[in-house]
């Protein structure tokens, strides 16, 4: 008699993130955005300085305000990012930041636009105004977009559950199934019944009875289960252990 040999289970191939096009279309777009968000923070930069000299501030320290401000535009957008799988009320604060640092470099570089416009130009107020604020929106928008590229561009952990198997945390009386009787069995051996009562050794006969005379009464699941002290599942194992018994 001849045995055929199962063939060898071929080693399952190594997923890769992404196939190349998109790998290299997601390179060539963060670069994009990694030019962009510098150059924003360039211009920004230059124009928070000079408002912040005009303000008082020591030329020799005026180049930390746009550090600070623009920084912690940055700073609040890759906080966002971050915390996007997280609940709504933990994205409360980093978008309460981002608004106000957004707002306040806005401001700070239209403030500066309209301080240092001469209308010379032929060009009105609000188109100068609208040019100075260019720069911290794009960096905004970029900053977002540099993140978010480079979370995406990460490999995708696979997902575990600690969810334990029913036969894990079933109790060892519950797995057992009851001996039925047999006609073809033995004579003088006769098939051992293991009451429903196994079910939780903790379960006393007089608490099985009570929980039984509880059920039969009408009371449910849940009603017995409080009177008697058992939980709820042990009380439904018991009841339909009783009724799955063969009638004497």
């Known amino acids: 008699m001849s045995t055929t040999k199962p063939a060898p289970k071929r080693p399952a191939k190594a997923t890769r993130h992404g196939s190349p096009i998109s790998r290299m279309t997601r390179s060539a777009a963060l670069g994009l ?3 962009i968000a510098s150059a924003s923070m360039v211009l920004s930069y230059v ?15 005026a180049w930390l305000v746009p550090v600070v401000l623009d920084g912690l535009t940055i700073a609040a957008t890759v906080a966002v990012v971050a915390l996007a799988e997280h609940e709504r009320r933990d994205l409360v604060y980093p978008w309460s930041v981002l608004g106000a ?7 700070a570089n239209m403030t500066h636009a309209a301080l240092t416009y001469q209308g010379t130009a032929g060009a009105p107020r609000v188109v ?23 979370r995406q561009a990460r490999p995708a952990k696979p997902k575990t559950t600690n969810a334990l198997t029913l036969a894990a945390i079933a109790p060892a ?4 199934t009851p001996i039925e009787a047999n006609a073809n069995l033995t004579p003088g051996l006769h098939a051992v019944e293991k009451p429903a009562k196994s079910v939780a050794a903790k379960v006393t006969a007089e608490l099985y009875d009570e929980v039984l005379a509880l059920s039969e009464g009408g009371a449910s699941w849940s009603a017995v289960a409080e009177q008697t002290g058992v939980s709820r599942s042990q009380v439904g194992r018991i009841v339909r252990g009783e009724k799955a018994r063969p009638a004497a």
């Open 33 to 35: 955005t990694v030019v």
């Open 47 to 61: 124009a928070i300085t000079a408002l912040a000299a005009m303000s008082g501030v020591p030329a020799s320290i």
């Open 101 to 107: 640092a957004a707002v306040a470099s806005i401001a």
């Open 128 to 150: 100068s105004l609208t040019v100075a604020a260019v720069p911290p929106v794009t960096l905004l928008l970029s900053t977002h977009l540099t993140v978010s590229l480079t």
């Open 173 to 176: 009386a519950e797995q057992s």
